[in-house]
Structures are given as C-alpha cells and as structure tokens.
C-alpha cells in the first residue's frame, strides 16, 4: 500500500513561516499538523503534535555531555537518525493518508549542506512512500544587495544539492523591507546583471570568481524566490499553492472521488 503524506521540510525562520503557514490552514479550514525537529525549541505559537524534545533535547545534551551548542544540536540529530525506525516510526503511525505535515527544522545551514542528517531523514521518509518538498526560507532582508543574494543562493543550491529533494525558496519578512523594488530585483535576475553589480563592487582580481558564481546561479535557474508577506492571507496562499503544486497534493483525492462516480445509464 502506498501512502501518500505530504511534508514540507523548513530551515531559517521557521517558526514564524511555521506560525503563519498553521494560523492560515486553520482560517481556511484545512488540516495540517506541525512536527517539531528541533531540539533546542523552547516556546510555539501553534499545537506541536510531534516533538523531537520528547527524544532528545540540546539542554540536556549539553548538560549531561558538556557539548557546546553546535556540536550538540549536531548529537541530537544523529540521535534522532539512530531511531528513525523506532521512535519516529511509532510517532508517524499516528497520521492518516494524505495528511499534511510541517517538519520544522533547526536553522543551522550546516545541517543542510555538510553533514548526511537530514538527507538521510528524508530518504527514511522516501522509503516510507511519503512525498516530500523542501522549503528553504530566507530573511529577505539578507538580499539588500547583489553580495547577500549570490551568498544567498549558493547557501539554498547547497541545501538543493544535499537533500535532492524538489525544493521552493521563500523570501521571508517582507514586511519589514521598507524599499520592496531592491528586494523584486533579485527575485528572478540575469546573470548579466548580476555579474555587472558583482564587478562594481569588487576589485578586478575577482571578476573570474564573479562570472563563475554568476554563470552557477543561471544554470540552476531554479534558484528563484517567493516573497512571503505574513500580513497577507493572499502571500500565504501564493506559498501554499506552490508548495501544493510542488507535492501534487490533493491530486490523488481528485482521483479517489473520481473513481467511485456511478456511470449514467444510456
């Protein structure tokens, strides 16, 4: 039997994205369940329905080990890849098919791009018949300039690369951009331009650098941006239906009701 449970996989920012994104679906009348990844996690403005701190927490890791932060958050996940087929196998029998998980991740990008955690986590749910997006949130306040952006993307098209996974990227905040038209420009740019604001402010001695970095972002054209304003109901809507679009959700429901309509008599 094939399940079909849709997740999204969050990193930086997310539990505002979270908050919104759970805040959205209950207005609309949508159910959806928020898994909590985090170990370091301490307060929620929505109903965790699955906890990782039930598992393992950073506190106690870093009491009981003497592990800093980073080295700790780091145990606690490996701990959690230890007992994927254990403790989160119990925890996700609890969900029906084609219910809608939110997987809250931490933020730090090393997770995402240099250690095999997550990528294995999310072959673990792949072997589980789950389909599974990535969506990687940015503080659209990190883009202000062309340096950021391309320091943006290559931190996105690692994640992309680690986690193999169709991925959306989200520009978040864009509430507290005051000039929103220095954020749109980066949104879908051209290398070309990209690569003529890079040369205006750096020294000739790193332009090559610059044409390859700019080249990379274009041949992945995938690197794109949604802007998300949480102020609007309609922004919301805009990420969910590409996140929907993404997993194909409700694709196979369209399919179920289909099935089961009486054929008319001649």
Known sequence: EIRSVFLSVVNHMQSTYCSGLYQHCETVGRRIHMVNLDPAAEHFSYPVSTDIRELISLDDVMEELGMGPNGGLIYCMEHLEDNLDDWLDEQLENYLDDDYLVFDCPGQIELFTHVPVLH??????KR???TVCAVYLLDSQFVSDVTKYISGCMASLSAMIQLELPHINILSKMDLVSNKKDVEDYLNPEAQVLLSQL?????????????????LVDDYNMVNFIPLDLRKESSIQYVLSNIDNCIQYGEDADVKVRDFIPEEDD
């Open 120 to 125: 294995n986590f999310v072959e673990y749910l």
């Open 128 to 130: 589980k018949n789950f």
């Open 199 to 215: 040369n205006r402010q750096m020294a000739p001695r790193f332009h090559k650098l610059n044409k390859a970095l700019a080249e």
